[in-house]
């Protein structure tokens, strides 16, 4: 593994599912991020973790919920889907302490609510 | 509140030109941060280029640098001698700074599309 992956790649969903979409990163950075994109609106922030064990809402919580048991992982769930979940999201990491903080962007993941 | 504003949805120049692409932004913080990323139509995000808020100088990476105007809360990306593989989404997006307690935290503007011509 080389910098973020993030899976699935895409997927469909039914409206009221349960959905985890998954994160890893192997640079050991301790801050990680969740957004999604939409049309028109750029990348919005759904939760962050600043480390391990810690995390915050973003500009777009409702709905999503994270957790981060390590400094590696960084998953996100969907407890009951809607359609306005539809979105592509976006894992990324960065060096907490680092002096510009540049953020690393996984793949992404495409999902479609039905 | 923080806010990044790109007004040009879209842009279009001819390959080899230079093109200027505009964001400005709204933070009552002293210290924070300016980025650039560039998003091809395969959907990764790709850093290109960082701006601090005590920067004297206007940052430059390669064909790209930043316009940083402070006073104006301005930081629009120039483009160098534009090539075909410059046609992506671009997006200006700004670090919260400590105080608001996001340190790391970016927002992002809506994005600026641009097309570049043979």
């Known amino acids: 593994i080389a910098g973020i992956t993030q899976a699935p790649t895409s997927q469909i969903l039914a409206a009221g599912r349960r959905m985890t979409l998954r994160c890893t990163q192997d640079m050991r950075h301790n801050a990680m991020y969740w957004y999604r994109q939409d049309l028109g609106l750029g990348l919005r922030l759904i939760h962050y973790?600043?480390?391990?064990?810690?995390?915050g809402k973003g500009e777009v919580p409702d709905g999503y919920s994270v957790s981060r048991a390590n400094t590696d992982d960084f998953p996100l769930t969907l407890a009951s889907a809607v359609p306005s979940q539809t979105s592509v999201y976006f894992c990324?990491?960065?060096?907490?302490?680092?002096?510009?903080?540049?953020?690393?962007f996984g793949p992404g993941t495409r999902l479609t609510v039905l | 509140a923080q806010k990044i504003t790109q007004t040009q949805p879209g842009m279009f120049v001819q390959e080899k030109e230079a093109v200027t692409l505009d964001c400005t932004y709204d933070t009552s913080d002293q210290s924070y941060g300016l980025f650039w990323y560039k998003q091809p139509s395969s959907g990764e995000m790709i850093f290109l280029i960082y701006?601090?808020?005590?920067?004297?100088q206007n940052a430059t990476e390669g064909r790209y640098s930043l316009n940083f105007q402070k006073a104006r809360k301005s930081a629009n990306l120039v483009i160098s001698a534009s090539q075909l593989g410059d046609s992506a989404m671009y997006f200006c997006?700004?670090?919260?700074?400590?105080?608001?307690?996001?340190?790391?935290?970016?927002?992002f503007g809506a994005g600026t599309r641009l097309a570049v011509h043979p």
């Open positions: 997006a700004m670090r919260e700074g400590r105080r608001t307690g996001g340190y790391n935290k970016l927002i």
């Open positions: 973790s600043n480390t391990a064990g810690t995390t």
């Open positions: 990324a990491s960065s060096e907490e302490e680092n002096s510009y903080n540049e953020q690393f």
């Open positions: 701006q601090g808020s005590y920067d004297e």
